[in-house]
């Protein structure tokens, strides 16, 4: 290799070959050498296609060879090998032979997750639908409908006021006098899932329980079986507590106070173990809890659209651009993708 490591600098013939050499130096075991030649080489022909090399591609490069793994391996391999492309980015940036990484933001913006073990429980249409249906109580039933038909976190959900949402059924209209947020002018039947609440920290006058993870506020359609579940619950929501008018309320021992993720993840799990989907002690792999519903809302709608910059959007992921193009667009490309795409729960 014609390659000057003198100050750590210059080009080299082989980029690859350079940094499994450093692997080697640091002592990496030939099975982890291996698993990176494979990876990276196979990044490489596929830069090779498209008229650039690994020195020279651009984040859009990267991100269609994210997009070609996709096609082919389960997420959670996607993401270890993303990683991999992203380390030997970062590792030829940080001894001077690349200038720029261009997988850094390809990783910040990718959902996927690195499971060590990804035998994640996995629960068809069909059997959801029955779950749902079990649900009687009218509490229960419409917070496990909002998660899993807007993949909002548990947090997010407990946090929602009245005033986030606008719907335009006008016997809810006349028994509710709290008008809707600025943020859902002109999005009728809608819910908006802000970023501000944090934990401990008082938001629209009450002290919040619960943070919200998204760094930039969603607007989420409401179709029409979230829409009547949400009408049920309301037709016997409780006066609430705080002058916040929380959305979804106790109707138990807190009669009335904000409902908590602990009330939620108890009832949830007590529904999940009756339907042999939670086990005492076992993990995230096995149990459905609250965060399981953001799962299965991810996974079906994104096999459903093929649109991961909607679904993206939906799930409040941070992603900037994702945000600005689905915001100004967003009665035009993300409601009409939602209600083509979402999938029932009662039929």
């Keep these: 290799m014609s390659e000057a490591r003198t100050g750590e600098t210059g080009a080299v013939d082989d980029p690859v070959a350079y940094f499994l050499e450093d692997l080697t130096y640091h002592g990496k075991t030939e099975r982890t050498r291996d698993a990176y030649e494979r990876v990276l080489r196979s990044a490489e022909r596929f830069m090779d296609g498209r008229g650039t090399t690994l020195a020279e591609a651009t984040r859009r490069d990267c991100m ?3 997009h ?5 391996y389960a997420d959670s391999t996607v993401a270890s090998y993303a990683s991999y492309l992203h380390r030997f980015y970062g590792y030829m940036v940080e001894v001077g032979t690349f200038d720029r990484n261009p997988m850094a933001l390809v990783t910040d913006e990718m959902d996927e997750t690195i499971d060590t073990d990804p035998a994640r429980r996995e629960i068809d249409l069909r ?7 079990g649900l009687e109580h009218p509490l229960e039933q419409a917070v496990v ?3 899993l038909k807007t993949g909002m976190r548990v947090g997010e959900l407990c946090n929602l006021d009245l005033r986030d949402c606008s719907l335009t059924d006008e016997e809810v209209r006349a028994a509710f006098d709290v008008p809707p947020r600025g943020g859902l002018d002109g999005r009728p039947d809608s819910i908006y899932v802000p970023s501000e609440p944090s934990r401990g920290e008082p938001y629209n006058g009450e ?4 943070s919200n993870k998204r760094k930039r506020a969603t607007v989420v359609p409401v179709d029409a079986e979230l829409e009547a579940a949400l009408k049920r619950w309301l037709a016997v929501r409780p006066d609430a507590r705080s002058p916040a008018e929380p959305l979804f309320c106790s109707t138990k021992d807190e009669w009335g106070a904000r409902l908590t993720p602990k009330m939620v993840r108890s009832f949830v799990t007590d529904h999940a173990r009756e339907a042999g989907w ?9 149990n459905v ?11 079906h709608l994104r096999d459903r659209t093929g649109d991961r910059g909607v679904v993206k959007y939906l799930r409040g992921d941070v992603a900037q651009d994702v ?5 100004h667009n967003w009665g035009d490309r993300v409601r009409e993708v939602y209600e083509a795409n979402i999938y029932s729960l009662t039929a």
Excluded: Q
């Design 64 to 66: 269609a060879w994210v």
């Design 68 to 72: 070609r793994l996709r096609g082919e």
């Design 127 to 133: 059997r959801m639908r029955a779950f749902v249906a």
């Design 145 to 147: 409908v909002t998660l």
């Design 207 to 210: 002290e919040r329980t619960a």
């Design 278 to 286: 939670y086990r005492s002690g076992g993990g995230a792999e096995e």
């Design 289 to 299: 809890t609250p965060h399981y519903f953001r799962h299965f809302f991810t996974t």
């Design 323 to 327: 945000i600005d193009t689905y915001t």
